[in-house]
């Protein structure tokens, strides 16, 4: 399976599409559908849930990039060994430390207020790129110098180690086992390395970096099935891989909570079960030759240029609004307010296609900002 890998692509796609605005549509379409409002179990898919809430649809956005990521490397690391010669594994970790780098500094513009010049207001670690960035650190190890069961083991040995801290180690007066908003032992040791370089959420990263690397291992694995010959060879071992997940998951529950904002164990292994299975689907529609994956090629403009739609659609301006806010609402916004009820699905309409039009043409001429 050369050059791109077809459901890697459409699958990033899909995650980045309903991130940038696809969501936003879908939503109102239905607000607009419904006459009135959405029924509240609809409307909370949309938004993060809270803290010791039940998942949601929404929960799964920022998982799925992280678990993308690890299924493009295994792909990625072969080509460097086999460009590389001898020294390529010294050669790909200064490639890897260089786009850790690049994309903490990335994270800082978007979410930190680095760009504000103002230390006193600034975050260091709190961005999803970021979270890509140590899972990606963590994942290339085992897979620059080990096989399939290292990566399998260190993957394991995450969750495992993530499990076990915020289960037994004691902090500052406190005992272990404690999963509360800004009283965990995750958030104490943000608070404690990262002091006014924390933003205030209750959301944590430092050790969280572990479930970051499990993710992103688990999207190796991913990779590494899709290399697997014969699809249906391939597809059922994603499968496998993936029931097997949410019933870890499943059983965990009963003695570690999911909550979506320190990646508890439980939360990576459900989340990351449903990505193996999504994997699965479109690796069966994009990659065996059916007819019907043709129908998914308008999602290759937002895969092949992911990181550039997400620092449009993240990236702060004036206002607190995103920077493609600021460029489609001069665009839009008047006829969006002649439209009455329907003018937030007029705007995010227009705005959803203008962005997807920039990036198919540069898709088509081959322009990807690449990190």
């Known amino acids: 399976?050369?050059?791109?890998?077809?459901?890697?692509?459409?699958?990033?796609?899909?995650?980045?599409?309903?991130?940038?605005?696809?969501?936003?549509?879908?939503?109102?379409?239905?607000?607009?559908?419904?006459?009135?409002?959405?029924?509240?179990?609809?409307?909370?898919?949309?938004?993060?849930?809270?803290?010791?809430?039940?998942?949601?649809?929404?929960?799964?956005?920022?998982?799925?990039?992280?678990?993308?990521?690890?299924?493009?490397?295994?792909?990625?690391?072969?080509?460097?060994?086999?460009?590389?010669?001898?020294?390529?594994?010294?050669?790909?970790?200064?490639?890897?430390?260089?786009?850790?780098?690049?994309?903490?500094?990335?994270?800082m513009a978007v979410q930190g207020n680095l760009l504000g010049c103002d230390p006193s207001r600034m975050s260091l670690f709190c961005n999803t790129l970021q979270a890509i960035a140590a899972g990606y650190l963590i994942a290339s190890v085992p897979l620059a110098w080990g096989g399939v069961r290292s990566q399998l083991a260190t993957c394991i040995a995450c969750l495992a180690l993530y499990w076990a801290a915020l289960r037994f180690i004691p902090y500052a007066g406190h005992e272990g086992g404690l999963f509360l908003p800004h009283d965990?032992?995750?958030?104490?040791?943000?608070?404690?390395?990262?002091?006014?370089?924390?933003?205030?959420?209750?959301?944590?990263?430092?050790?969280?970096?572990?479930?970051?690397?499990?993710?992103?291992?688990?999207?190796?694995?991913?990779?590494?099935?899709?290399?697997?010959?014969?699809?249906?060879?391939?597809?059922?071992?994603?499968?496998?891989?993936?029931?097997?997940?949410?019933?870890?998951?499943?059983?965990?529950?009963?003695?570690?909570?999911?909550?979506?904002?320190?990646?508890?164990?439980?939360?990576?292994?459900?989340?990351?079960g449903w990505c193996l299975l999504l994997l699965a689907a479109f690796h069966l529609l994009c990659d065996t030759g059916l007819r019907g994956a043709r129908l998914f090629n308008p999602l290759r403009a937002f895969g092949t240029n992911a990181i550039l739609a997400y620092l449009l659609v993240e990236m702060r301006g004036v206002g607190g609004h995103s920077f493609w806010w600021g460029i489609t609402q001069p665009l839009f916004g008047g006829l969006a307010a002649q439209c009455g009820a329907c003018g937030p699905l007029l705007f995010n309409t227009l705005s959803f296609l203008l962005l997807w039009a920039l990036l198919e043409c540069l898709r088509r001429r081959g322009i990807m900002l690449r990190v």
């Open 184 to 272: 965990n032992l995750a958030h104490h040791i943000d608070c404690t390395l990262q002091g006014h370089w924390q933003d205030g959420t209750p959301y944590t990263w430092i050790l969280t970096s572990l479930s970051f690397g499990a993710l992103t291992l688990m999207g190796v694995l991913g990779g590494q099935c899709l290399r697997l010959r014969g699809a249906g060879k391939s597809t059922a071992a994603l499968v496998a891989a993936g029931l097997a997940c949410l019933g870890a998951a499943l059983a965990l529950e009963h003695d570690t909570p999911l909550i979506k904002h320190i990646f508890t164990t439980t939360m990576v292994l459900w989340s990351g």
């Open 1 to 107: 399976m050369g050059g791109r890998i077809d459901s890697i692509d459409v699958l990033r796609g899909l995650d980045m599409a309903v991130l940038a605005g696809g969501a936003a549509v879908l939503r109102e379409t239905l607000a607009v559908s419904a006459g009135d409002s959405l029924p509240e179990w609809a409307a909370r898919q949309f938004t993060h849930a809270e803290w010791g809430c039940a998942f949601t649809c929404w929960d799964m956005v920022m998982p799925l990039f992280i678990f993308i990521v690890g299924c493009s490397m295994p792909f990625a690391f072969a080509r460097y060994r086999e460009k590389g010669g001898q020294s390529w594994r010294c050669r790909t970790m200064v490639r890897v430390l260089r786009r850790v780098a690049l994309l903490f500094l990335l994270g």
